[in-house]
């Protein structure tokens, strides 16, 4: 019995102990053995299975449902053709219909399924199930093998990999905190301070990276920023810092938080100059353009890091740039950033998770995978604008990331939607409504006067000329010659086509 407690410390100390002090160091020293590119391959393999698994249930439960519509006898016409249960309507009409409205409702239930902008603020849609409840659910009880395999990455996930990770995000955390307060009260002028801020930020993010098992691959490294300048990219998280600073060290510009990210804020701020604001202040904005303009403008600081979207994006698309870290004349750095949800979602929706919470589901989640590329530098043209600048950045960004490119701004998200679009909105729908009653009054009287005058309608609905009756041939001797018509006559005659024709009946005097 008192060989208990010491077997299971040795099974803790080799279970928890031993992996958490060799990914730590690991960290430290940026080592790599290939380990996670295994795990990375691994997981793959894990998630075709399942697909394949789920595409055959998938298969066999349709097959069954095609064999009950077989069943069914359909009513059709003589022509075996299907007709719809309500009667079209030929061309337009001068009342207003139901069916008017069907275009109307059609384009708004399309919005709501699938528009450019509200879906970028959810996360993305996965083409195979990652084995994550958070995701898909009901995948996991479609056969006694995947729920088998679901549960196995259950335990996997909360009782190895997130006990592991929890301790690594703490030690990250005082390691920061520990080397920003020995960088921090050295001199600016000594030359050795930026080597030691760039060092520890570097040592800090690699750990935090180990907390979410992240597998970064860097492309075109000859464009990374390694001084004074602007740096932008897209933005899905607050863990793109900790993506791009594993690299490259960065000066930060961002909003001002409370709880563990603004431990890590002040933290950070102690050994480099970064800039933290609040976006509610007018007075806020700007001194963070006066002091954006000197940062980027010092040769001795390293190259300040912006998202220009503002906000969060769930990484399928790219939105609109905000045109203040454009204005400023500078080089810029673009950076695309890509991730892959097979294996983790990196999108942070704040306005339903805190920053915690979010940390959890990385923690929790398989792994976070990502690409990162390093653009060319780019300078403003001396004509063009800033906002054609910030467009032309954001396409550069988009089209190497294989994101989409959306001139909507991310402010979205946030804000609804505004008073001008939906009078838009309305504006065009009237404009229809008054076009379909104007066409209708035009093919009315159009129609009128064909019918009255020497003209018809061809099959195709184009206008021809009846042909011309032929000549009355003579009365014969013994046939009774028909007497012409009076003047009277032709005036009724007359009179009865105008009242036909025109759209307002006119007055006919009776004689008296």
Known sequence: ???????????????????????????????????????????????????????????????????????????????????????????????????DTFELVTAGIQAIVQDQVTHRFEAEELQSWNLLTRTNHGYEWISVKLTLLWVAGFYIRYLILLPLRVVILILGSVTMTFLTGLVGPIPGSWKIKPL??????????????????????YHDEQFKPNRNGITVANHTSPIDVVILSCNSSFSLIGQSHGGFLGVMQRALARASS??????????????????????????TKPPILIFPEGTCINNSAVMQFKKGSFEVDSVIYPIAIKYDPRFGDAFWNSAKHGMLHYVYRMMTSWAIVCDVWYLPPMYRKPEESAVDFANRVKAEIAQKGGLIDLDWDGGLKRSPAKKEWKEKQQLELATKIISNNNSFSRKNSSSTLISGSEFSEDEHGNLVSSPTPPPIPPASPTEKRIPEQSEECEEEDEDEFIMMTSPVPLEVKKEE
């Open 1 to 99: 019995m008192m060989q208990l407690p010491f077997i299971i410390s040795a099974t803790f100390f080799v279970i928890f102990a031993v992996p958490t002090l060799t990914l730590f160091l690991l960290g430290i020293f940026h080592k790599l053995f290939g380990v996670r590119e295994k795990y990375k391959e691994l997981l793959l393999f894990i998630f075709e299975r399942g697909r394949q698994r789920i595409e055959k249930n998938t298969l066999s439960r349709r097959q069954s449902q095609m064999n009950l519509l077989d069943e069914v006898d359909l009513e059709d016409d003589d022509d075996g053709i299907i007709t719809p249960m309500y009667n079209e309507r030929e061309g337009p009409s001068p009342d207003f219909e139901l069916s």
């Open 274 to 299: 970064h800039i933290w604001f609040n976006r509610s202040e007018m007075k806020d904005r700007k001194a963070v353009a006066r002091r954006l303009k000197l940062h980027a403008q010092d040769p």
């Open 196 to 217: 030691l801020n760039d060092w520890a930020c570097r040592v800090s993010f690699r750990i935090f990276s180990r907390a979410f098992s992240a597998i970064i691959t």
